[in-house]
């Protein structure tokens, strides 16, 4: 009888504790063929698992913590997103892990900052922003910085403008480690890079954070002037603004529960 009380306590526990999720095996991206797949709105990883995937059952969420509190829950089965915020999830749940795919691999996205179409002065001014860094080193602290996987290091100060210009940057302050909260501050590879763009035009920069699906009609409308949030280009992007030239590359993973 003793036997019998103990394993209906367990089976409870068991319950309540969430170990009664569903086993879904994904070992490639074929694999997400049917599944519940979580993605963040208006991203490639969102084209993807709609028009990529067979069957999918795909939900858009306005950020990828909330796609990784879902699927922890056992409500979606996995999530499509950009590898480096993919780093930053697993380090903070453990209990979640990654999946790479070669499809993904070679077809890595790149990377670029958006303007407004025609404006041209601030994108030439953004492109040599881009390559002085590169060319003086600086470039390369930042990934240091900001790309380690075992943390962040010390954030660069860079000097702001005394002038009254400013430049209004559009981001999506939740994907890390491209721009993310810290503290009361909005930080990121993506914000110290518009920090020199700032810089390089004599103005103080103004961080304008909002909705990543909103990012390119806010440019349309002139409420920011430029938009750095790990913005890949497509084709249907380039319809709509201009892109600088690329400054990272990166690729698509998969998200699963361990």
């Not at 074929?30 to 069957?55: F, H, M, P, R, W």
Request: glycine share 6%.
């Amino acid at each position: 009888m003793k036997k019998s009380i103990l394993v209906l306590i367990s089976l409870c526990l068991l319950t309540l504790t969430g170990c009664n999720l569903k086993k879904v095996i994904i070992y490639t991206a074929e694999d997400l063929a049917g599944k519940k797949i979580g993605v963040q709105k208006g991203t490639t990883g969102e084209e993807y698992a709609k028009n990529k995937v067979n069957s999918a059952i795909v939900t858009s969420y306005k950020t990828i913590l909330d796609a990784t509190e879902d699927l922890k829950k056992g409500d979606i089965e996995a999530i499509v997103i950009d590898e480096y915020p993919a780093i930053q999830v697993i380090k903070d749940n453990p209990n979640l892990m990654i999946i790479r795919d070669k499809m993904f691999e070679e077809n890595k996205e790149k990377y670029a900052i958006a303007v407004k179409k025609g404006n041209t002065e601030l994108l030439n001014s953004i492109n040599e922003t881009i390559k002085e860094l590169q060319q003086n080193g600086k470039y390369d602290g930042l990934i240091k910085t900001f790309m380690i996987p075992d943390g962040i290091t010390e954030i660069p100060e860079i000097t702001p403008a005394s002038a009254n210009k400013v430049l209004k940057l559009g981001t999506n302050a939740m994907f890390p480690p491209f721009e993310y909260i810290q503290g009361k501050d909005v930080v990121g590879f993506d914000i110290s890079l518009g920090e020199y763009i700032a810089q390089k035009n004599n103005a103080r920069l103004q961080i304008v954070d909002m909705n990543f699906a909103a990012l390119l009609q806010a440019l349309k409308s002139g409420t920011i002037d430029f938009a750095a949030a790990a913005i890949s280009i497509t084709d249907e992007r380039k319809n709509e603004v201009d892109f600088s030239v690329p400054y990272f590359s990166s690729e698509q993973v998969i998200i699963i529960r361990k």
